[in-house]
């Protein structure tokens, strides 16, 4: 009988699982556990972004693709390039009447033609936020419009935040930094 030059099953499907673990419960589970708030606080802010989410794509799922719905303990970030004020004011108005919100802060923006630019940008700062060795980055979301970059999550410290708006500010290209970092209480 002539031997195959294939992997065996076994291994190749081994290897499917490993390089798909980010979209197993495995995957959740090591985020959750490096994330800095408590797995019921995780909870309740991802049925807040959902919920908001939700509302905004009942209203108009076009304009909703343009507006980013961040939660971190209740407190809501609506982020985006999009030029509609009314559906602005109703993305603020959905957040702040949903349950659970005890706070909501915009940054909104018009929308440009940057996008190839800033999505380019977005991995450059991505890249130095994940390189820099003093920096746990794990938890720093962002969003960049027009090369102005905003910065999003929850921080070791005081001092992780303000070395993120350094490293990001740092990044050839990048016009603005604006931080939502949210250290410890």
């Excluded at 940057?114 to 700062?125: G, I, M």
Aim: positive net charge; hydrophobic residues 45%; charged residues 25%.
């Amino acid at each position: 009988m002539r031997r195959s030059n294939q992997p065996a099953p076994v291994i190749l499907i081994l290897c499917l699982a490993l390089s798909s673990l980010a979209w197993t419960p495995w995957g959740a589970i090591y985020d959750s556990a490096r994330d800095e708030r408590s797995v019921g606080d995780q909870a309740a802010d991802k049925k807040i972004s959902l919920s908001i989410k939700g509302g905004l794509a009942d209203k108009d799922s076009k304009l909703a693709l343009k507006v980013h719905v961040y939660c971190f303990l209740k407190h809501v970030y609506l982020v985006g390039a999009i030029n509609d004020q009314p559906f602005r004011a109703f993305a603020v108005k959905t957040a702040k009447g949903t349950e659970g919100v005890k706070q909501v802060t915009s940054y909104f923006k018009p929308e440009t033609d940057t996008t190839a630019d800033d999505l380019e940008l977005a991995a450059k700062v991505r890249a130095e936020l994940i390189g820099n060795g003093d920096l746990s980055s794990t938890q720093i979301e962002q969003e960049v419009m027009n090369a102005e970059v905003v910065l999003l999550g929850m921080v070791r410290s005081q001092a992780d935040a303000a070395l993120a708006v350094k490293v990001a500010k740092g990044v050839k290209g990048v016009k603005k930094v604006t931080s939502f970092l949210i250290p410890p209480k």
